[in-house]
């Protein structure tokens, strides 16, 4: 394979939507951090633009793989070959950067979830989706009130000379606790190793109740970036806590790894993505309800210049099962039809 062929992979969250470029050579070529503010499908055209911008349109993009909360959005623009859940995702990117991690900890923008490997196989997992509170949104909410850059959290909870004690199961609990100990003149190092310590804390016995954790120990997600969570990490488990190189774009490189190995399956037989281009195609999403039955499902229908090119939604299966499929064309057929 050429140095300009790529495998791309995609993760597309409710914060942030993370592209990244793979070298056949499993070599990092690039990674994308975008913030989503509620336009997935936008961001993803975006992303596209960007990397067209950064790798030239004689690039060509050999596999591509979507996954996160949107990924059946984000597979749909893009045609991606390989659609998996984040906790797949994740696991694999983990598993090639280190194959003997047993335990992943992995905190985003707005959930945070574990993942149990043994033998590099998921054997358990679970998510927190509920509460704010052990999330990264809730460090900026919590560093703007403070009026400190969030880069600058991490490095100031690390200055701590006594934490403070902070309530973090509820973010309304712990944020009125902050101002409490503000009033009482704790120092603002104190104040933020307290806050890691409570999430840390409120991560554990939530998201990892119950679970065997044992190390390797990844640290995974944008948070992974506050070395104050890290060490708290470290004191609650007694164990090293590892950040890898890409912690914040481990989705997307697992993606792009499974991508890769559909490939390797199918042989370098074509993708369906529908090329770089895509950024300057105009998508339309639309919805609906159905009345077919008691359920009445809301459908989401994607469209692209008329044409449908998928439905969800449905449990019975009625809409998605009779969507028209399009599928890109790659590169090498764009060229023998003359495209």
Not at 27 to 38: F, I, S, V
Not at 76 to 95: F, M, P, Q, R, Y
Not at 297 to 321: H, M, N, P, T, Y
């Amino acid at each position: 394979m050429g140095e300009d062929k790529y495998f791309l992979g995609v993760d597309v969250g409710s914060v942030s939507t993370n592209i990244v470029l793979l070298r056949p050579n499993n070599t990092l070529k690039e990674a994308l951090y975008l913030r989503t503010q509620g336009r997935p499908m936008q961001t993803v055209q975006e992303g596209i633009k960007l990397l067209r911008s950064k790798i030239g349109n004689s690039a060509e993009i050999i596999g591509v793989g979507a996954t996160g909360s949107a990924r059946q959005l984000a597979a749909t623009l893009l045609g991606a070959d390989v659609v998996k859940n984040e906790i797949t995702a994740h696991a694999v990117a983990a598993s090639r950067v280190n194959p003997e991690v047993q335990t992943i900890l992995e905190i985003g923008g707005q959930d945070s979830k574990i993942i149990i490997l043994r033998d590099g196989v998921v054997s358990d997992f679970a998510m927190n989706t509920v509460c704010a509170a052990g999330t990264g949104s809730f460090l900026d909410q919590q560093a703007a009130r403070l009026g400190i850059p969030i880069e600058e959290f991490g490095p100031l909870a690390l200055q701590a000379k006594h934490p403070v004690q902070i309530a973090g199961r509820c973010s309304v609990f712990a944020e009125s606790d902050m101002i409490h100990k503000q009033q009482l003149g704790h120092s603002l190092p104190d104040i933020l190793a307290g806050l890691c310590q409570a999430m840390v804390r409120n991560y554990l016995n939530n998201v990892g109740k119950n679970k065997d954790i044992r190390g390797p120990i990844f640290f995974q997600g944008g948070v992974a970036a506050n070395p104050g969570i890290r060490k708290a990490f470290e004191v609650e488990l007694g164990q090293p806590v590892i950040v890898p190189e890409h912690y914040g774009v481990m989705g997307a490189l697992g993606a792009a790894y499974l991508a890769q190995e559909r490939v390797g399956m199918q042989g370098e037989t074509g993708t369906k993505f529908r090329g770089l281009h895509l950024g300057e195609t105009q998508f339309q999403a639309k919805s609906f309800e159905c009345s077919g039955c008691a359920n009445h499902c809301e459908v989401v229908e994607i469209q692209q210049e008329g044409i449908s090119l998928a439905r969800w939604g449905d449990r019975c299966g009625k809409w998605s099962i009779a969507t028209t499929v399009v599928t890109g064309i790659s590169s090498r057929e764009s060229e023998r039809q003359g495209a």
